[in-house]
């Protein structure tokens, strides 16, 4: 079975960091593009890394320079390092896999295990 465990959340204030880390179970991690998506209340679920299987990396436009995104194939561990929190980037944060050839350019949809969310508040 397969299972994505999250960690690392929490609460900081603005300026803070943070480091989420997302360990899989059931399946040969080097075999799956992984990623991390947020969600705030009202608000749609947003790709913000990813990271494909010969480690080469995406972030999205609004995190560029703060968060990186990053992997340890050998403890089957996705991390996020999350610097220069902004009250904006409030958040339950996901981790995903998808199996999808093409990494980067593929929807939230094509992800098809995710973890169960770590809750990130960033106060101003």
């Known amino acids: 079975q397969v299972q994505l465990v999250e960690s690392g959340g929490g609460s900081v204030q603005a300026g803070g960091s943070l480091s989420l880390s997302c360990t899989v179970y059931?399946?040969?991690?080097?075999?799956?593009?992984m990623g991390w998506f947020r969600q705030a209340p009202g608000k749609e679920r947003e790709g913000v890394a990813r990271?494909?299987?010969?480690?080469?990396?995406r972030v999205t436009d609004s995190v560029k320079g703060r968060f990186t995104i990053a992997q340890d194939n050998a403890k089957n561990t996705l991390y996020l390092q999350m610097n220069s929190l902004k009250p904006e980037d409030t958040a339950m944060y996901y981790c995903?896999?998808?199996?999808?050839?093409?990494?980067?350019?593929?929807?939230?949809?094509?992800?098809?295990?995710w973890g169960q969310g770590t809750q990130v508040t960033v106060s101003s």
């Open positions: 990271i494909d299987r010969d480690g080469s990396t």
């Open positions: 059931g399946y040969s991690y080097s075999r799956y593009c």
């Open positions: 995903a896999a998808s199996s999808a050839s093409d990494c980067f350019t593929r929807a939230a949809g094509s992800f098809a295990y």
